[in-house]
T-cell receptor, first 110, second 112 residues
Framework: KQEVTQIPAALSVPEGENLVLNCSFT??????LQWFRQDPGKGLTSLLL?????REQTSGRLNASLDKSSGRSTLYIAASQPGDSATYLC?????????FGKGTSLLVTP | DGGITQSPKYLFRKEGQNVTLSCEQN?????MYWYRQDPGQGLRLIYY???????QKGDIAEGYSVSREKKESFPLTVTSAQKNPTAFYLC???????????FGSGTQLSVL
């Protein structure tokens, strides 16, 4: 069974810092990996999707990389802002549906 | 506006009662999913449906039931057999493999 782990569980940074969130998975046979954002009490919003044949995807200040062979992905957030405060989840599609990590709770302080 | 609508936002269940959570999408997506989220935990898959009139059990289907009679609708029933139903329930849909997953805003279910 695919296991997805996210480190750290929580992170607090001052505004303006660049930061990296990590995601690891146990089975490299995946179709794609997605990064999501979740605000408290809300649903999830898909930020980036990386297909298994791709190495990275970029959207604005966000960049996600994928290393399938080592079972790792990173989400890089440039020039963080207080509005980036949320929980970030990664999810791996290795079969019929996505397997989710527990998320990294990010707080960006002014 | 296209999207996924979940209702109600909050739901309370009495002992021995069945309750149904609604999920409707107007994105014309074939695939729909139900996930359960507990505090500090990742999402766990309850049921999924790849096409109308067909659905499959996920990792934690016991105590739950679903139907998929219309492409737009995928309601979830939490039965009295589910002994620990308190959680945040999320419905999602996608247009296919390697496409982004879209989520509703969730239903918080609590036990009275």
């Amino acid at each position: 069974k695919q296991e997805v782990t996210q480190i750290p569980a929580a992170l607090s940074v001052p505004e303006g810092e660049n930061l990296v969130l990590n995601c690891s998975f146990t089975d490299s046979a995946i179709y794609n990996l997605q990064w999501f954002r979740q605000d408290p009490g809300k649903g999830l919003t898909s930020l980036l999707l990386i297909q298994s044949s791709q190495r990275e995807q970029t959207s604005g200040r966000l960049n996600a990389s994928l290393d399938k062979s080592s079972g790792r992905s990173t989400l890089y957030i440039a020039a963080s802002q207080p509005g980036d405060s949320a929980t970030y989840l990664c999810a791996v599609d290795s079969g019929y549906a996505l397997n989710f990590g527990k998320g990294t709770s990010l707080l960006v302080t002014p | 506006d296209g999207g996924i609508t979940q209702s109600p936002k909050y739901l309370f269940r009495k002992e021995g009662q069945n309750v149904t959570l609604s999920c409707e999408q107007n994105l014309n997506h074939d695939a729909m999913y139900w996930y359960r989220q507990d505090p500090g935990q990742g999402l766990r898959l309850i049921y999924y449906s790849q096409i109308v009139n067909d659905f499959q059990k996920g990792d934690i289907a016991e105590g739950y039931s679903v139907s998929r009679e219309k492409k737009e609708s995928f309601p979830l029933t939490v039965t009295s057999a589910q002994k620990n139903p308190t959680a945040f329930y999320l419905c999602a849909s996608s247009s296919g493999r390697n496409e982004k997953l879209f989520f509703g805003s969730g239903t918080q279910l609590s036990v009275l």
